[in-house]
């Protein structure tokens, strides 16, 4: 029984909406998965903008402007797929705007509360990065650091949402290819250069 209401907190089974909800499910679901990909693109370009790697190709400044450009989009594209559940009008799943700003209130669904504190830990962080010489640096780049648990989190919310949604067989394929190179990559950056030299991975310098 415990493992049946565990599971039902995380997935869903997916339910006839009217037409208007199934444009606003419609608007939220494009949302979400443009954020996705760029929120992956995001974490991939800050390893990039941290470690150098690319700097030679393209200019450290080059790198560092487009890792704040796609975290823009991630957070309007996120922005907009929490901010559609307010527009929906079904009798069993009105949402209110602490339905979105505060996880699990209200019989809020674990999948969900997972979104809201990926996004609302990136919004602080790209909030703090506007105010960077108000912040001791080095507290500023734990904050900072914080992007891979935020990052985390809310990839966990996409896959139980997709899973919930019946959309998982469909965007499973997309979700991986932009899933994996973010993985080893945020692997990658904390092992020792020196043992990505050895390995080849990197050319001296």
């Known amino acids: 029984m415990l493992h049946i209401i565990t599971y039902t907190q995380l997935v869903s089974t997916p339910t006839v909406h009217s037409g208007h909800d199934s444009g606003v499910r419609e608007v939220a679901q494009v949302g979400a998965r443009l954020s996705y990909a760029l929120m992956c693109l995001t974490l991939i370009w800050g390893i990039f903008t ?15 402007s487009t890792h704040m450009v796609l975290a823009t989009f991630t957070l309007a594209f996120g922005g907009i ?8 009008t079904d009798s069993d799943e009105i949402f209110g705007l602490s339905n979105i700003l505060i996880p699990l209130v209200d019989g809020g669904k674990l999948r969900w509360g997972l979104g809201i504190v990926g996004l609302e830990l990136m919004t602080a962080i790209l909030i703090s ?3 960077v010489k108000y912040f001791v640096y080095r507290r500023w ?3 900072h650091q914080s992007a891979y648990l935020a990052v ?10 997709a899973a919930a949604n019946g959309h998982l067989s469909i965007l499973w394929l997309g979700g991986l290819t932009l899933l994996v190179p973010t993985a080893v990559l945020s692997v990658l950056r904390f092992v020792p250069s020196k043992k990505l030299v050895s390995a080849g991975l990197l050319s001296r310098t």
């Open 129 to 131: 990065t506007g105010l």
């Open 50 to 64: 941290a470690t150098g790697w690319v700097a030679k190709l393209t200019g450290r400044q080059a790198v560092r």
């Open 81 to 88: 797929h929490a901010a559609a559940f307010l527009f929906l």
């Open 152 to 161: 985390g989190l809310t990839i966990v919310h996409s896959w139980l949402g």
């Open 141 to 143: 780049l734990r904050l």
